[in-house]
């Protein structure tokens, strides 16, 4: 069973190494992909644990010396756009609150420092998706600087978070869930093929009276668990998916969420 998660984990996400593709289809870059997963994992439990922390603990630093989990927030969202920045052209546009002091920004409230952060993120989310092949020692450099930054600072993170009696989002197990079942005529529509990233594809079968999806990049099909009308889960690693429709009720799309990050495929036949 341990095997088969680790499978389904790497296969699911746009973070896979390809063995093959689809006829005709140029395989992604298998290094960037991998570096993609660690970044949406990574920026995921960030993302977790800050929102799990109490709004008045976010001055707390077990040493006078040490970073408050405030300035850690606020230094977070500055180097994923300073790092990112380097993958590409594109390029963070900054206002007047970028250039406030450290320790001013470092006492924002709460939401506004997970807010930021969280958009810092998905910058650099665009950023990887448009970086192309790692195939410089410069290229690999950066982004091996951006996943140590972000896996060095959930670590630092996670630390503050059990000084204060919390449990950090790693170390929790998955939120129980439980099937339903829905009438096949209403699963059927949800059967098709969903752009997650380029190049990667969900792929959403009927077999018998339940719904399987598999992903382009190889590895098998897995089932999906109904838990309403338009929400599924997995059984073997802990992602769901809910199924999206226009305003006539046409399936048009789905999100992916795992690592605390949601993920929009769009539904292309």
């Excluded at 930021?116 to 998905?122: F, I, N, P, W, Y």
């Excluded at 719904?211 to 802990?238: H, K, M, N, Y």
Aim: a positive charge; hydrophobic letters at 45%; charged letters at 20%.
């Amino acid at each position: 069973m341990r095997h088969r998660a680790v499978v389904l984990l790497t296969f699911f996400l746009p973070g896979a190494i390809a063995g093959q593709t689809t006829a005709g289809r140029a395989a992604p870059d298998g290094v960037l992909q991998q570096f993609i997963r660690f970044a949406d994992i990574f920026g995921g439990r960030l993302v977790a644990a800050f929102d799990s922390i109490p709004a008045s603990r976010y001055d707390f630093r077990p040493t006078p010396s040490q970073q408050s989990i405030g300035y850690i927030a606020q230094h977070l969202e500055d180097a994923n756009y300073a790092l990112c920045e380097r993958m590409g052209t594109l390029r963070y546009a900054a206002t007047a609150k970028d250039s406030l002091a450290d320790s001013v920004k470092a006492r924002w409230p709460k939401d506004t420092l997970i807010a930021r952060l969280k958009t810092s993120l998905d910058f650099c989310d665009t950023a990887l998706q448009g970086a192309g092949p790692v195939t410089t020692a410069t290229r690999a450099n950066t982004l091996l600087a951006f996943e140590t930054d972000l896996a060095e600072h959930y670590s630092q993170l996670a630390n503050y978070m059990r000084l204060i009696g919390l449990v950090p989002p790693s170390a929790l197990p998955p939120l129980p869930r439980t099937a339903i079942t829905l009438p096949v005529a209403s699963l059927r529509p949800f059967a098709g093929s969903y752009q997650l990233a380029s190049g990667v594809e969900l792929v959403v079968t009927m077999r018998d009276t339940a719904l399987f999806i598999r992903s382009t990049l190889g590895g098998p099909p897995a089932q999906l668990w109904p838990e309403s009308a338009r929400d599924f889960f997995l059984r073997e690693v802990d992602a769901q998916l809910t199924f999206t429709r226009d305003a006539g009720g046409t399936v048009t799309g789905l999100v992916l969420h795992q690592f605390g990050r949601d993920r929009a495929a769009r539904k292309v036949h």
